[in-house]
């Protein structure tokens, strides 16, 4: 194959005309529905910075109220409201959002792909997302808003003590915006396996995109956790399920190993997408390339791998054995390593860009903006990292534990190894946008107001903590010695949202200013800087490097003259090119879906849903539900249709000749199936998350079943599964039915399957009601429960995707060229067999071995 024709070769007439057309972008109102990366990516980003700014209000509030002793400007019950809601929007609404907003941005370009393989799931993740966090932090205005902190420990946010809605809201809400994140990260994991550029293996593949792609599989891993912990509170809060209550069997304890297993990497979750920031940053303003490259991208992963090992860091005064606290301590220790491989290298491309310059002739380095924010996050973020380390020893971390020690660390952490060099990047890529800058001086302005004003906010905290200031409280007593550096704290957070607030008056005056081309102001050598409009680049560039745009200065005219892959669309239709996951060799085109209401009204009803639920407007709340899953369906429906044509042109190979690629695939060839395994393993996620549950209220007792409670007879699960396995047999037997004839075998197969299924679980439940279950009388009895109705939900699905499945075939939508539905379904029904099985063991066999 050529990598590339002769940018003499003339063009077809009309070819980018057609190109533009089938991607130009819907104006005015219509804008809502559009599903292009550039425009979901700016309205994700612009909504992030926005909550940014409002818990950054919320974090004044809690400054003034701190300032002077016995102060009255806050209530203790507004405090606890401020405080929990300004911890909950920086974590929830801020800090994971922004970080998959920057990454659908910038990744498409950087990977050198037209868009993400699913631009309707990131849109859908998008307004979903939009929609809650706007609800969610209204509730501030209502007296609504949870007070129990951001980490919502029970017995404190159970209804004995938090009776109201406000825990709640907190519980639903955050609940489905993890949901939304998950959906992100399974967009960018398979964006940035499947999407990227011929040619660029895995080996090529920029540092920022490696980063997100360990940020992405850390969320699958991670975020089941927080998922699975809320919904069994909101269970014992709605129906008195006493999962965390220790009268019955509970622990409060099982709250925090299910929120830190999801809070501690969550940490990592932020720093890694603006460390692989940096490291696309930093060679630019060097001017060479990154120091120790693979070792920076093996350290990302070690990261990844290390931050879970660690999520009992935040535990250890709740009591955890010599051995488990010497683990987690030794974890929290082992993870500073391959975070400070990163720091040396940055160093190390710095200092190499420094020295390229003296002996060439071009001087020392130049401070610009971005420099100057990254140059601020090393300093901050090393010192956050130096107290992690501290906080990771046991006998320390028992003195600082709940003082404003931990306050202090977790902000230089955070603030530090987020903030920072998400205010670099934006410096560095706001061109992007419309080819205008933050003015250099309001940038280097609001750098210094920021890094002074964030220094002395915050160092001073720690001595506050070391003097004996607890965290979480709203006023103390004075003659205690923190009156001084309470004030000098408030003083310093007043100056650096100073700084902020003259950087984002900056960012608008740039973007009010008329678009213009940005070329690449910074002389860099990634893809995102090609030419680019609403349809990404006109053509598709073959990379050989790791940085393209230096080894092949005229790469930029090239693709603008459209003699790399795909120069116009071959179907008509808005297209990407589908690479193999590690040699990014050409495997086939990619029909993409174009812009539709159909995910932001998918996204509006599911907001609605979990709001008005929680607002106990139970009938408007399912109305928005069936709102939800109707247009889902519908959205589906329009997705696994037959391609426009079987193969298609999209460029040339050696001899001259037409290179041809099918389009689409299906099967394990295909993206849309590798997404829905890994929708699987977030799914399996959540139901180890209660198993582990189950297990662990049962390693409480002393007998098990609990008295009060006994099994079913063992001939009921033993036919239960039977009926179940025997469905998922006859689901295998279907999908090896051919599709090029009549379906009606099919479709009994799968009517047969419906019948097993709902048979199995039915007998299932009948078997435990007949042993009298009872969940509201014992912990032991509530995760049986939670189980079985999470086995439930399962096959609800399954009769779902089966009747959609049929339908499908009925409308004759099914094809051999056509079978995504059929095969992502029989997944799903496999997977639901093997819960089953799993649940099965777990409830009737396990407590039989114990007794």
């Not at 670099?424 to 210094?448: D, E, K, Q």
């Amino acid at each position: 194959m050529t990598r590339r024709l002769p940018s003499t070769v003339p063009r077809p007439p009309g070819e980018l005309e057609r190109l533009e057309a089938v991607w130009r972008t819907p104006q005015g109102w219509r804008l809502l529905s559009s599903v292009n990366n550039t425009t979901i990516g700016l309205l994700y980003i612009g909504t992030s910075l926005l909550f940014f700014v409002l818990a950054g209000v919320l974090g004044l509030l809690i400054r003034a109220q701190l300032a002077v002793p016995e102060n009255d400007l806050l209530g203790p019950g507004t405090y606890n409201q401020v405080f929990t809601m300004h911890g909950t929007v920086m974590m929830f609404l801020f800090a994971i959002p922004v970080v998959e907003a920057v990454a659908v941005y910038l990744l498409p370009g950087m990977l050198g792909a037209r868009d993400l393989p699913f631009p309707r799931l990131s849109a859908y993740a998008y307004w979903a997302y939009a929609f809650g966090g706007l609800g969610f932090f209204c509730t501030l205005f209502v007296g609504l808003a949870p007070d129990g902190g951001w980490f919502m420990y029970p017995p404190l946010t159970g209804k004995a003590y938090s009776p109201g809605l406000n825990a709640d809201f907190w519980l639903l809400g955050i609940g489905f915006i993890e949901i939304s994140a998950i959906a992100g990260a399974i967009e960018l994991i398979i964006g940035i396996l499947f999407t990227r550029a011929p040619g660029m293996t895995l080996a090529r593949m920029p540092v920022y995109a490696w980063a997100m792609l360990v940020v992405g599989v850390m969320i699958v891993f991670a975020f089941p956790a927080v998922i699975a912990g809320t919904a069994l509170l909101e269970l014992e809060r709605a129906y008195d399920w006493p999962f965390f209550d220790a009268a019955r069997g509970g622990d409060p304890v099982l709250w925090q190993h299910l929120f830190w297993f999801f809070g501690h990497p969550e940490v990592y979750i932020i720093f890694l997408p603006a460390a692989g920031m940096v490291s696309t940053m930093i060679p630019t303003i060097a001017g060479t390339a990154l120091v120790g490259r693979r070792a920076v991208i093996v350290a990302m992963v070690a990261v990844g791998f290390f931050s879970f090992g660690l999520w009992a860091h935040h535990m250890f005064a709740t009591g955890l054995g010599h051995l488990e606290a010497g683990f987690v301590s030794a974890a929290s220790m082992a993870v500073a390593v391959p975070t400070a491989i990163q720091v040396f290298a940055w160093i190390g491309t710095l200092w190499a860009g420094a020295f390229n310059g003296r002996t060439s002739g071009r001087g020392r380095l130049a401070l610009s903006p971005p420099a100057l924010f990254i140059l601020g996050f090393m300093f901050i973020f090393v010192l956050g990292g130096l107290t992690g380390v501290m906080v990771a020893v046991v006998p320390f971390d028992w003195q600082a534990h709940d003082s404003y020690f931990i306050v202090a660390h977790l902000h230089y952490v955070l603030i530090g190894g987020m903030v920072f060099p998400l205010f670099a990047a934006l410096c560095y890529w706001l061109p992007l946008v419309n080819g205008n800058a933050v003015p250099t001086r309001v940038a280097r302005w609001s750098f210094g107001l920021m890094f002074a004003g964030f220094n002395v906010a915050f160092f001073p905290m720690h001595i506050t903590g070391l003097l004996g200031m607890p965290r979480r409280v709203y006023t103390y007593p004075s003659g205690l010695g923190w009156e001084v550096l309470n004030m000098v704290s408030t003083v310093g957070a007043f100056v650096f949202a100073s700084g902020v607030v003259l950087f984002f008056a900056g960012m608008a005056r740039a973007l009010a200013k008329k678009e213009k081309d940005p070329g690449n102001p910074w002389n860099a050598g990634t893809l995102e800087w090609l030419p680019s409009e609403s349809y990404a680049t006109r053509s598709i560039p073959q990379v050989e490097s790791n940085d393209p745009l230096w080894t092949d200065p005229g790469l930029m005219r090239e693709v603008e003259e459209g003699a790399h892959w795909l120069p116009g669309t071959a179907t008509g239709k808005r297209e990407t090119i589908v690479t193999t996951p590690v040699g990014a060799k050409l495997r086939y085109l990619l029909v993409l879906p174009t812009d539709s209401w159909l995910p932001f009204l998918s996204a509006l009803g599911t907001a609605g849903f979990f709001l008005l639920l929680t607002a106990k407007q139970t009938m408007v709340a399912w109305l928005c539900g069936i709102v939800a899953i109707v247009t889902l369906l519908a959205w589906l429906w329009e997705q696994d249709r037959p391609a426009p044509c079987r193969e298609a042109k999209v460029g040339e190979d050696a001899a001259g000749g037409d290179l041809m690629l099918p389009v689409g695939a299906t099967g394990a060839a295909s993206h849309s199936w590798w997404a829905t395994i890994i929708m699987l393993v977030v799914d399996a996620g959540v139901f180890l998350s209660f198993l582990f549950a189950y297990v662990h209220v049962s390693m409480r007792l002393d007998i098990c079943p609990p008295p009060g409670a006994r099994l079913a007879a063992p001939w009921l699960p033993a036919l239960s599964f039977a009926l179940l396995a025997a469905s998922g047999l006859l689901v295998a037997l279907a999908r090896r039915r051919p599709l090029e004839a009549k379906q009606g075998a099919l479709r009994w197969l799968f009517g047969g399957a419906l019948v097993l299924a709902i048979a199995g679980f039915g007998i299932e439940l009948a078997g435990q009601l007949d042993s009298g279950l009872s969940p509201t009388r014992h912990a032991w009895s509530a995760a049986v429960a939670a189980m079985i109705a999470y086995q439930g939900l399962h096959v609800l699905l399954c009769a779902i995707t089966g009747v959609y499945v049929i339908a499908r075939s009925a409308r004759r939508q099914l094809t051999p060229h056509s079978r995504g539905t059929l095969d992502n379904t029989a997944l799903i029904w496999y997977y639901t067999v093997l819960q089953g099985a799993v649940t099965g063991v777990a409830i009737h066999v396990w407590p039989r071995l114990m007794g």
